[in-house]
């Protein structure tokens, strides 16, 4: 997702849960890399409706469903076996996470197959810590906290955790074909990024194909950047009415951070390698997308595309797992549904979460040229740099920070039915009731000794950079209507809060 980013999708009324899944036993392990089939070629996944028109549809259509409790069985054993696994435990939410071992981890396998080395370590230096703390609600990491069968929510050295895939899980998709098609699929391309002039830079275009922003972005080279992000569940008016999430995507509402190069959406039209035009992007924050997660909760994820948008090619793109390489016993896992979670309206400071991706750049030892992802300041797992090209490898030319929503409903052509952000709006809101970025750096080769809230900004040549957000600087974004407008309402302690730095607030939909 980039701003301003489309895609086209079609409604489809899914038909009732497939009768296959009554039957079949709930299968131990799965979660995969393997790509959907029956795409029909025009990025749809396909629709149950096609499989029922007429005799010989009726026959397929009965063939297709006796064969998918194999096809199902088939593809979740091919990610790992109970041999395994060393330890398994649930989350504050109830997921079951699964701690293999690295090699066995289906990404770190894909990489291997591929050629891609990949290390299960940090980087050689970390970027400083973090400019200022944020409220974390420590019982959803993986810190050894027993859960409610007294097993250590922590996966041991070695070891890397994996949530579970199930047979429901695959059921509540609508089935295998339609299970796959949303891990690549429920993502929007963008619009070229202007590069000039330097510093934020603000769009007329608001809104495209369902799509709206609220969204600030530096188009400058940078190894990264960070935010600390209000977390809430704008699901209330998230439609869950999508064939009991039997579709890849109805509506979706998210925050994140964006760190990319290229200009090119589709690879039809794209370039690749080092000179070429194509997005590519590593993604990170919260979500609630019942399309990826098949659930109303806000949960973590991330996001990285080598080859554009349109995600029906090689390298365009995919949530949470692919490409994604965790480390040992990190202290969160993309798509983990997350907690802490504050209605807007009652008084109370909502929790934050800081999301934070990080390349040490071209003067780090090659095999460390990768796109670290921090979440709350720990080290989670990393994009290796050589699925990139270009400058992708070792840096990005722009960053941006900000919220996102779609809808595909055709009587909302503005968004206006979903939240983004707390679903209250940012004019003449603020604090306790208003989501907000804060904290908003770009991460920069350099030195020096200025200090935020008495931690220090630069440290192992690498220097936090705060976006000019605020203030007399002007602030820019994009807007379906007010209801996602961004503004600078006073955070607390003021205007342009000494631990704030650089921040606004956004959002809106109610």
Not at 190 to 217: D, L, M
Not at 315 to 337: D, L, W
Request: aromatic share 10%.
């Amino acid at each position: 997702m980039n701003i301003p980013r489309s895609v086209i999708r079609s409604r489809r009324y899914l038909l009732a849960r497939p009768a296959w899944l009554a039957p079949v036993a709930l299968l131990a392990f799965g979660c995969g890399t393997a790509a959907p089939e029956g795409d029909n070629g025009t990025g749809a996944a396909p629709s149950n409706e096609s499989l029922v028109s007429g005799s010989s549809a009726s026959v397929q259509a009965a063939a297709t469903a006796a064969s998918e409790p194999q096809r199902v069985r088939a593809y979740l054993d091919s990610l790992y076996g109970a041999a395994d696994v060393r330890h398994t435990f649930t989350t504050k939410f109830g997921e079951v996470v699964d701690c293999i071992d690295f090699q066995k981890h289906p990404a770190v396998r894909a990489a291997a197959k591929a050629g891609t080395p990949v290390l299960d370590e940090a980087p050689p230096f970390a970027p400083p810590t973090l400019p200022s703390p944020p409220a974390i609600d420590d019982s959803v990491a993986f810190n050894g906290q027993l859960d409610e069968k007294g097993a250590p929510r922590a996966c041991p050295a070695g070891t890397v955790p994996y949530l579970r895939e199930t047979v429901e899980n695959i059921g509540a998709a609508g089935g295998l074909d339609h299970y796959l098609w949303a891990k690549t699929h429920s993502k929007p391309s963008r619009s070229p990024v202007p590069t000039s002039p330097a510093g934020p830079v603000c769009t007329s275009n608001p809104t495209k194909n369902g799509y709206a922003w609220a969204v600030a972005n530096d188009s400058t080279s940078n190894l990264g950047g960070t935010t600390i992000a209000a977390v809430y569940n704008p699901g209330s008016t998230v439609n869950t009415n999508c064939g009991g999430f039997q579709q890849p995507s109805c509506e979706h509402s998210l925050a994140q951070v964006w760190a990319t190069t290229g200009t090119c959406e589709y690879p039809s039209n794209c370039t690749t390698g080092a000179s070429g035009n194509a997005v590519q992007s590593v993604e990170l924050g919260w979500h609630v997308d019942p399309g990826v997660e098949h659930d109303m909760k806000t949960h973590l994820f991330s996001f990285s595309t080598q080859n554009g948008y349109n995600l029906n090619t090689s390298g365009g793109g995919c949530y949470n797992t692919c490409s994604f390489i965790p480390v040992s016993s990190p202290s969160y896992v993309p798509g983990q549904a997350i907690a802490g979670v504050v209605g807007p309206f009652q008084g109370k400071a909502p929790l934050e979460y800081a999301f934070q991706v990080f390349n040490p750049g071209p003067t780090a030892p090659a095999q460390y040229q990768n796109w670290y992802v921090y979440v709350n300041g720990a080290l989670i797992g990393y994009y290796p740099g050589n699925i990139f090209f270009g400058n992708m490898t070792t840096h990005a030319t722009d960053f941006e920070v900000g919220g996102e929503v779609f809808s595909d409903y055709v009587n909302a052509p503005n968004n206006d039915d979903v939240q983004m952000g707390s679903g209250v709006s940012s004019l003449g809101n603020g604090f306790t009731n208003v989501a907000y970025h804060r904290s908003i750096y770009t991460l920069n080769a350099g030195s020096g000794s200025g200090t935020i809230c008495g931690t220090p900004l630069c440290g192992s040549g690498v220097c936090y950079t705060a976006m000019p957000l605020s203030g007399n600087t002007g602030i820019c974004g994009y807007q379906a209507s007010s209801f996602y407008a961004l503004s600078t309402t006073d955070a607390p302690g003021g205007t342009q809060s000494t631990c704030w730095a650089s921040y606004f607030y956004y959002g809106g939909g109610i």
